[in-house]
């Protein structure tokens, strides 16, 4: 199976997480799935998707067989078939669901917010479905470096592929006392970029001065 888009993995993550949390609305509308995909709650990142970006991801999963549309009704309805799709057991579908809508997370944030799809026993029940999805062949999840300041390392889905960490994401899982903002972070490449002219302007001065004097500056 090829990598799936961001916008396909929230699509998917939306249609597994809504068939658990509110059953007498599944399979979703369209405007519930992109209402789905962008509520403002338990999202990481918080998107803002029209109803094309969101039926061209639900085309994208049909043709992998990881979403079906139903059919009998009015309106036109989705769901997904993901368990089966990806061939992982409910335990990790809830597990990759969460990191799907949510982002990397530590063992102990999953078990929570895995809760209302799967309720873990302990820790190293999650921590034991998450190496197992490590181990496959492709991966399903990573184990990430852990972040300065964090306390625990944090897992990551790939069924987007390789897992890219972000400036932000960085400075997100910073301590509190070493935490820059991304304001901060433009502010500073500004005042950088902002130095390195004046610094050409000094020394196009100083040629032209020397050249004047009939001095090598590089002497």
Same mark, same amino acid.
């Given at each position: 199976?090829?990598?799936?888009?961001?916008?396909?993995?929230?699509?998917?993550?939306?249609?597994?997480?809504?068939?658990?949390?509110?059953?007498?609305?599944?399979?979703?509308?369209?405007?519930?799935?992109?209402?789905?995909?962008?509520?403002?709650?338990?999202?990481?990142?918080?998107?803002?998707?029209?109803?094309?970006?969101?039926?061209?991801?639900?085309?994208?999963?049909?043709?992998?067989?990881?979403?079906?549309?139903?059919?009998?009704?009015?309106?036109?309805?989705?769901?997904?078939?993901?368990?089966?799709?990806?061939?992982?057991?409910?335990?990790?579908?809830?597990?990759?669901?969460?990191?799907?809508?949510?982002g990397p997370q530590t063992v102990a944030e999953?078990?929570?917010?895995?809760?209302?799809?799967?309720?873990?026993?302990?820790?190293s029940s999650v921590e034991g479905f998450l190496?197992?999805?490590?181990?496959?062949?492709?991966?399903?999840?990573?184990?990430?470096?852990?972040?300065?300041?964090?306390?625990?390392?944090?897992?990551?889905?790939?069924?987007?592929?390789?897992?890219?960490?972000?400036?932000?994401?960085?400075?997100?899982?910073?301590?509190?006392?070493?935490?820059?903002?991304?304001? %901060? !972070?433009? $502010? #500073?490449? /500004?005042?950088?970029? +902002?130095? =390195?002219? %004046? !610094?050409? $302007? #000094?020394? /196009?001065?100083?040629? +032209?001065? =020397?050249? %004047? !004097?009939?001095?090598?500056? /590089?002497?």
């Open positions: 199976m090829r990598s799936l888009t961001p916008v396909e993995a929230r699509v998917l993550g939306v249609l597994v997480e809504k068939q658990a949390t509110v059953p007498d609305t599944y399979p979703l509308s369209l405007n519930s799935l992109v209402a789905g995909c962008n509520q403002k709650t338990a999202r990481d990142p918080v998107l803002n998707l029209s109803e094309a970006d969101v039926l061209a991801a639900v085309d994208g999963l049909k043709s992998l067989s990881l979403v079906f549309e139903t059919t009998g009704s009015r309106v036109s309805r989705y769901e997904h078939n993901m368990t089966r799709g990806i061939a992982v057991p409910s335990q990790a579908t809830a597990l990759l669901t969460v990191l799907m809508l949510r999953l078990r929570a917010n895995c809760e209302r799809l799967h309720r873990f026993g302990d820790n190496t197992e999805l490590a181990e496959r062949f492709p991966p399903r999840a990573v184990l990430l470096p852990r972040s300065p300041g964090a306390r625990e390392a944090r897992w990551a889905h790939m069924l987007c592929g390789e897992v890219q960490m972000t400036a932000e994401r960085i400075v997100a899982s910073g301590s509190d006392e070493d935490r820059i903002t991304v304001g %901060e !972070l433009v $502010a #500073l490449k /500004a005042e950088l970029g +902002r130095q =390195a002219e %004046e !610094l050409a $302007a #000094l020394r /196009a001065l100083v040629q +032209r001065m =020397a050249s %004047e !004097l009939g001095i090598d500056p /590089a002497a």
